[in-house]
């Protein structure tokens, strides 16, 4: 079975830095481009970036409003998708998931997300 | 601001048929594939529809999704009570270098 789980939520104040993990298993995870996905209480999904498969060339992809602030790695030994976020604030309070991209796998345009993990919880105090 | 936009509520009595779009661009939904995802209250979102109108294994066929131009939409018949979720789209823009965007969201009550 595949399956995706988030760690490192936490409480942190503001201007801090905080690492998310994604931890996978259940598939060939150096296969498919890993994305991460939040959502801030009460409001929609906000898709962060990706990084790509090293068939792929292992590249990330980021959503403009995090670009300057976050980085996503990963770790194809372990199985690992990482989530390096700097200079928090109070705005990047949310639960942030990491989920499988399926599309990259094909040549296709990202966004095939499937699975999902169940999220974890950052909140970011002033 | 997202750039595909989703009516934030739609509702409908058990049994009925319910649409739910969501309208972009010539550079995210009249390009790309487009992506349903369904989330329940306090869960995390699940893959709905992938490719405009394919269903995953276990999605029941009444779930369709389908493009027309620009507009992609979910349709939902046979309306039950435990359809009532969040129901979200995704699509690829061009646009902004191939990122991923959202629509806003629809929230789906069933009456």
């Known amino acids: 079975e595949v399956h995706l789980e988030e760690s490192g939520g936490t409480l942190v104040k503001a201007g801090r830095s905080l690492r998310l993990s994604c931890v996978t298993s259940?598939?060939?995870?150096?296969?498919?481009?890993m994305t991460w996905i939040r959502q801030a209480p009460g409001k929609g999904l906000e898709w962060l970036g990706l990084?790509?498969?090293?068939?792929?060339?292992?590249?990330?992809l980021y959503a403009a409003s995090v670009k300057s602030r976050f980085s996503i790695s990963r770790d194809d030994s372990r199985g690992i998708a990482y989530l390096q976020m700097n200079t928090l604030n109070t705005e990047d309070t949310a639960t942030y998931y990491c989920?499988?991209?399926?599309?990259?796998?094909?040549?296709?345009?990202?966004?095939?997300?499937?699975?999902w993990g169940r999220g974890t919880l950052v909140t970011v105090s002033s | 601001q997202s750039v595909v936009t989703q009516p934030p509520s739609v509702s409908g009595t058990p049994g009925q048929r319910v649409t739910i779009s969501c309208s972009g661009s010539?550079?995210?939904?009249?390009?790309?594939?487009v992506y349903w995802f369904r989330q329940f209250p306090g869960a995390a979102p699940e893959l709905l529809i992938h490719?405009?109108?394919q269903r995953p294994s276990g999605v029941p066929d009444r779930f369709s999704g389908s493009r027309t131009g620009t507009t992609a939409s979910l349709a939902i018949s046979g309306l039950r009570s435990e359809d009532e979720a969040d129901y979200y789209c995704?699509?690829?823009?061009?646009?902004?270098?191939?990122?991923?965007?959202f629509g806003g969201g629809t929230k789906l009550t069933v009456l």
């Open positions: 010539n550079t995210d939904i009249g390009t790309n594939s």
């Open positions: 990084i790509r498969n090293r068939a792929s060339g292992g590249t990330p």
């Open positions: 259940g598939f060939s995870f150096g296969d498919y481009a």
């Open positions: 989920a499988r991209d399926r599309s990259l796998s094909y040549g296709g345009s990202p966004g095939w997300l499937d699975p």
């Open positions: 995704a699509v690829c823009d061009d646009s902004r270098g191939g990122v991923v965007v």
């Open positions: 490719q405009i109108d």
